[in-house]
């Protein structure tokens, strides 16, 4: 027969690149069709699941033992792709777009790592990583050296070079023969903006490139066992009376300042007045200060983790102690936050502001919890990490922007305060619920400044609700790269009318 297709694995190295250029080729061709332009929503999350699967298929070409607990890295990649096809909230489209991207260089490098067990892998991040990672490129070099020698590639190349003259010849002629025809050929070509064109062909060229790349460094990783040498702490040139003294100068400022959370938290309003104090202003001007405290505290704690182990006695008492003092400080940024949003509302930096500072408090209380049980900084880190990466994924589950446009409309038609419509105005589709329950319900009065309206305000409202040109104009123009809330959103508006 002239083709002799046989479905039986080929096992040579060849061979396993050309599966790989296939694979690749496939990936780019998706990349093409749905993120490339419009890198969020449905599309974004169907092309970084079928990235995975294809990291999966060019682990399963290298045959050999993989690190099945390398899986856990895809939790927070399917959890994001999921939020990213249900939510048009621009965070969470960030948010999903970096972790899950974070997520799959973790999975594609720890999976084609020799077998190793879990227990004996020191850090996430080896110097290996960080280079496979950003530059993979040195991989082509071998793949082009594999399949040089490979009769059908070259088979296939110059079959394509020789046909590609023919190809014109006939186009030309059936162009000749069929007027139909050749009108079809002459509108393609007139509709194509050939900068636009080139522009996408050197971008898909690269994503090709890279993933080709990507692909033969994880094949190569995985047949010549390349094992990832954890990074060597050096010795430090800093006793334990260095850390003692820095650690204990930081305490002794923290516990000056928590002193004075104290008498904010006994002495309350009345006593914040007698200073001559806002309630209010005392909470906006204090918590994102205290977020970016409690963010360095983090960070010292973390590198003097790394750095001794806990293993030096006063370094760790004096580091815990700095901890539980954060701990204060954070419990204080909160209820400031709380206080604030209770006078000016909630919104997405202030709900976001919030998941940050409370992650950042469940972490230092691991390393606490840690520190006093003897662990190593190893295994400390490592839980941490995968801890952060699936709780801030899950996070991106909460209809955040619902939540929030609904407390704020509760508020404002319960008649305790004014609402700022405008801002509510700017939320995703993901508000569109608590937007038409404002439609919906009776009131007469500015959002703003709650003054009784001298026109109809509701009715401008509903009517501005009703118009949905906007949004189908953005749903076409991005197509696949819009969530599910923009639909759902669409069908609310028109059950409105």
Not at 134 to 157: E, Q, Y
Not at 327 to 334: D, E, K, P, R
Not at 440 to 469: C, F, L, Q
Request: proline residues 3%.
């Amino acid at each position: 027969m002239f083709f002799d297709i046989k479905i039986t694995r080929d096992t040579s190295e060849g061979n396993k690149y050309l599966e790989i250029m296939a694979i690749t080729v496939l990936l780019t061709a998706v990349f093409h069709f749905l993120p490339a332009d419009h890198p969020m929503g449905i599309a974004f999350a169907i092309f970084v699941v079928a990235l995975a699967i294809g990291m999966v298929l060019i682990a399963a070409l290298g045959r050999k033992p993989i690190n099945s607990w390398a899986y856990v890295f895809l939790l927070p990649v399917l959890i994001s792709a999921v939020a990213q096809a249900i939510y048009a909230s621009p965070v969470v489209q960030g948010l999903g777009f970096v972790i899950s991207l974070s997520s799959l260089c973790f999975f594609a490098f720890w999976l084609t790592v020799p077998k190793l067990e879990f227990k004996k892998v020191r850090e996430f991040w080896p110097a290996m990583f960080i280079k496979e990672t950003i530059w993979p490129f040195g991989a082509l070099t071998k793949m082009t050296a594999k399949i040089k020698g490979d009769k059908r590639l070259g088979g296939i190349l110059i079959g394509i070079i020789i046909a590609l003259p023919f190809l014109m010849i006939f186009i030309a002629a059936f162009a000749s023969a069929d007027q139909l025809f050749a009108k079809s050929f002459s509108n393609i070509f007139q509709s194509v903006d050939f900068r636009i064109y080139i522009f996408k062909t050197i971008r898909d060229i690269i994503v090709v490139l890279y993933l080709l790349a990507a692909g033969g460094t994880m094949l190569t990783r995985l047949v010549e066992g390349r094992e990832p040498a954890d990074t060597k702490k050096e010795q430090t040139v800093f006793g334990q009376t260095v850390f003692v003294t820095f650690l204990g100068l930081i305490n002794v400022l923290f516990l000056i300042f928590v002193g004075f959370q104290f008498a904010y938290f006994f002495g309350g309003e009345s006593y914040l007045v007698s200073q001559g104090i806002t309630y209010a202003n005392y909470a906006r001007e204090g918590f994102f200060q205290l977020l970016f405290v409690a963010g360095v505290v983090f960070a010292i704690t973390w590198v003097i983790y790394w750095i001794t182990d806990m293993q030096q006695r006063w370094t760790k008492i004096m580091s815990l102690a700095l901890i539980v003092q954060t701990g204060i400080i954070i419990a204080s940024a909160l209820k400031r936050l709380m206080l604030y949003i209770d006078v000016y509302g909630l919104t997405l930096a202030r709900w976001w502001a919030a998941f940050c500072i409370i992650l950042i408090g469940l972490t230092l209380l691991m390393v606490f919890i840690a520190a006093l049980k003897k662990i190593d900084y190893s295994p400390a880190a490592k839980f941490a990490f995968l801890g952060v990466l699936i709780v801030s994924s899950l996070a991106l589950l909460v209809p955040s922007e619902n939540i929030i446009a609904n407390y704020n409309v509760d508020r404002f038609l319960s008649g305790k305060d004014n609402m700022d419509i405008f801002y509510l105005e700017r939320l995703s589709s993901d508000a569109m619920q608590a937007k038409i329950k404002l439609a919906e319900a009776t009131w007469t009065r500015w959002p703003g400044s709650g003054e009784t309206a001298s026109y109809d305000i509701k009715e401008e409202y509903v009517n501005h609700m009703k118009n949905t040109e906007a949004l189908k104009q953005r749903m076409s123009r991005l197509g696949l790269g819009v969530s599910l809330s923009d639909y759902l959103a669409l069908q609310k508006i028109e059950a409105l009318k």
